[in-house]
């Protein structure tokens, strides 16, 4: 494709996409509503063209994407979490009140969302009818397939805007977007997600969704279903070729008509619970039939303009405020605050220098995900050096497009082509009258005309972002120190505990004693007498290290993990499992099994994961304890202790927990089994894997450290031919 007109870079740059306010008001109760969950606002945001098209440009921005590019709506929401997305809601609704620059009343706008809607429907239900194995991929595509016309309007406004409203057939479209603007909307939603770096035949659906009929049948499978579900929601009547076209796609299975009902159903139920006027009929209507074409309206005088930005300023204040308050980390707020200004003013290159008082300087060292100039130089706090110390030494927005302001200094031409940009928008960080530092953006000519009267609301911006900055650090400062104070008490109180329970762990191991010399040589006790006391050991052990900093513990003695497993069951295995009616299965190699790792750590994982088990197990249900030796993973050999039951199964984050950090605080005993595990089999090097099904059970799988100080021999292979990663289940379920 040719090189797009700036203003439609510029506008596909900024997501200039609006979307209805009935959806945005939705989504800011929704992320609001501690019982929502991911999926219950990937199921709102995908009803929306404009949402879905910020979170997927935010989801795969550099400071977001992790290598892998990112298509569901699911893993996108995961990867912003529910702070970010409501920062972008608040901006989103803040823009939608006070800058209407597509001139796209609600109303127009919801004939839009509503053909959208039902094109996407459409393209879902052809794909499962096709056996297409991503139909969520295809509903996509067929929700952003007119996207471009949105980002046309906001670029171009009335002339576009005209064009829309003089042009009677929809097939000529595309000819007359190319005669009038060298593009069409089909490239514009195209060069969007391209730069997602998403699969190109995602974009290619909505490049070819008006390509001739005899042409779209030599493209793949996702064009087709999108061409396909245009054109059935285009029509009144489903023309026998169009028929045609849906068996050979669809694999002869179902019927379109029923198929284009359906969708039509579908779409009104959400137009009806979102409180959307959509038209009435069976949605052939022409999308833009009632656009209205904007006159130029007369200027606002000074004072209005004045109120007008002041208002917008208090609007932006407290909402956007509030949101970046909730944020956990400086990388979180920066995040949200490039986001914030990119929807509010169009700023869509940002970097961040912070004041170094100390040095006299301002430095971006640090800082993560924006040109790397900006953390090789440190700039001095004087005004003749650059741009950005005028604006911290003045406390004011400074830019190259001021009057009065010379060509730059060099560093700032560097600044700028580091950019891509014109010139710089320097944006002081103010608060309490302190500078935390300026926020950079790439600028145009163009932009400082449009944002001229708009400075209050930037100011205003500069200072949110100071304050939320500072908060956070204030906030940090104080949980640390909270920390320490808690930290000295706790250990304070360990200490007493442990002097305490010292007395009656030595008075039972020294009554043990007695009873051992008092029991004949020939009684069958003794080996369990042993293991009470080695019990008694590690539970004195447990607690004498209550008052130590968490920490590597200490190597113990060469362990042999199948004398270990027999040692717990002898101890416990009764009570936990057939004592419940549970059967148990044990399976491991002949010899010994030497692993390297801490004994007691071991213990308190293996009687926790066991525990969880007896505890979510019913009677006649079993669990397999099989031991593998010689597994290899990542060059070094481990062995495997798997767990294997045939219970309830278990939750998904049940499962998530043994990865997570303990957390104490209002956990139950039996909640915090996992985590515990996790923490222990961190501490001692042993990788954790775990597989489960509602219904059919659950596979835990420990990956325990083979000692190198074993006697070399031929490991045996792994005889169960069964993956890694798998093991029992848990009441944590």
């Not at 879902?124 to 009818?129: D, G, P, T």
């Not at 779409?267 to 069976?282: C, F, I, K, S």
């Not at 640090?366 to 953390?375: K, M």
Request: include cysteine.
């Amino acid at each position: 494709m040719h090189q797009l007109p700036e203003p439609i870079l510029h506008a596909i740059e900024s997501g200039r996409i609006p979307s209805p306010p009935q959806l945005l008001l939705r989504l800011l109760h929704l992320v609001d509503d501690e019982q929502a969950s991911m999926g219950d606002l990937a199921t709102l945001v995908k009803q929306d063209a404009g949402l879905v098209t910020r979170l997927l440009n935010v989801a795969n921005s550099p400071a977001l994407r992790c290598g892998s590019e990112l298509r569901s709506l699911e893993n996108c929401l995961a990867k912003l979490g529910t702070r970010l997305v409501r920062a972008i809601a608040t901006c989103l609704s803040i823009q939608n009140l006070f800058d209407r620059r597509t001139g796209v009343s609600p109303a127009e706008l919801s004939r839009f969302w509503a053909h959208s809607l039902m094109v996407a429907e459409l393209s879902r239900k052809i794909a499962a009818a096709a056996g297409d194995p991503h139909p969520d991929e295809a509903y996509l595509a067929g929700l952003l397939h007119d996207i471009g016309q949105l980002i046309l309007l906001s670029a171009l406004g009335e002339p576009y805007a005209r064009l829309l409203v003089d042009n009677g057939d929809e097939g000529t479209l595309v000819e007359r977007e190319l005669a009038a603007f060298g593009t069409h909307h089909g490239e514009i939603g195209t060069w969007l997600v391209d730069r997602w770096k998403l699969d190109s035949s995602f974009a290619d659906g909505i490049l070819f969704h008006h390509a001739r009929a005899e042409d779209i049948s030599t493209a793949a499978q996702l064009p087709q279903i999108v061409w396909l579900a245009h054109a059935l929601a285009a029509r009144q009547e489903i023309a026998p070729e169009l028929a045609s076209k849906f068996a050979e796609i669809a694999n002869k299975a179902g019927n379109p008509l029923v198929v284009r009902q359906e969708a039509i159903e579908q779409t009104r139920r959400m137009a009806q619970a979102l409180g959307l006027a959509v038209p009435e009929g069976d949605f052939s209507f022409a999308v833009w039939e009632g656009l209205r074409v904007a006159a130029s309206s007369e200027p606002e005088d000074e004072a209005t303009g004045e109120l007008s930005a002041m208002i917008g300023g208090m609007a932006l204040l407290q909402p956007l405020q509030q949101d970046l308050f909730a944020m956990e980390s400086d990388a979180e707020v920066l995040l949200s605050l490039k986001e914030s200004a990119r929807i509010l003013f169009d700023l869509n290159r940002i970097a961040f220098v912070f004041h170094q008082p100390a040095q006299q300087i301002l430095s971006g060292a640090g800082v993560g995900d924006q040109p790397a100039i900006f953390r090789q130089v440190n700039i001095p706090l004087d005004a003749s050096r650059s741009l950005l110390a005028a604006a911290a030494l003045g406390r004011q927005i400074r830019s190259s497009f001021d009057a009065g302001t010379g060509p730059g200094s060099l560093i700032d031409l560097q600044f700028a082509r580091a950019f891509g940009s014109q010139g710089l928008l320097c944006i002081p960080l103010l608060s309490r009258q302190q500078l935390s530092g300026i926020m950079v953006c790439g600028f145009s000519q163009a932009q400082h005309n449009r944002l001229a009267r708009r400075l209050p609301w930037l100011l205003n911006f500069g200072r949110i972002a100071a304050i939320a900055l500072e908060s956070l650090r204030e906030a940090r400062a104080f949980r640390q120190q909270a920390e320490q104070e808690a930290a000295g008490h706790f250990t304070r109180q360990a200490r007493r505990i442990i002097h305490e329970a010292g007395n009656p762990l030595g008075i039972i191991k020294s009554y043990l004693k007695i009873l051992d010399r008092k029991l004949p040589e020939e009684v069958g006790v003794r080996q369990e007498l042993e293991v009470l006391r080695e019990e008694i050991d590690r539970v004195a052990s447990i607690v004498g290290r209550m008052s130590e900093l968490p920490g590597a513990g200490a190597a113990g003695k060469q362990l042999d993990a199948g004398q270990l497993v027999d040692e717990l069951l002898l101890l416990y295995g009764d009570a936990l499992f057939p004592g419940r009616g549970i059967r148990v299965e044990v399976s491991k190699p002949e010899g010994a099994l030497p692993v390297d790792c801490d004994r007691d750590s071991l213990k308190q994982i293996l009687l926790n994961l066991w525990k969880n088990a007896s505890e979510a197990l019913a009677s006649g249900q079993q669990l397999r304890i099989s031991l593998t030796d010689g597994v290899v993973h990542d060059g070094r050999t481990y062995i495997q202790l798997r767990l294997d039951d045939n219970g309830p199964g278990m939750s998904e984050a049940a499962m998530r927990s043994i990865h997570r950090p303990v957390d104490t605080a209002g956990a139950a005993s039996r909640g915090m089994g996992l985590a515990i595990v996790g923490t222990l089999a961190a501490g001692q090097g042993i990788p954790i894997t775990c597989r489960s099904q509602a219904g059919k059970g659950t596979s835990i799988a420990l990956l325990i450290p083979r000692s190198e100080l074993a006697i070399s021999a031929e490991l045996p292979p792994d005889a169960s031919g069964m993956p890694l990663g798998q093991a029992c289940g848990a009441s944590d379920r």
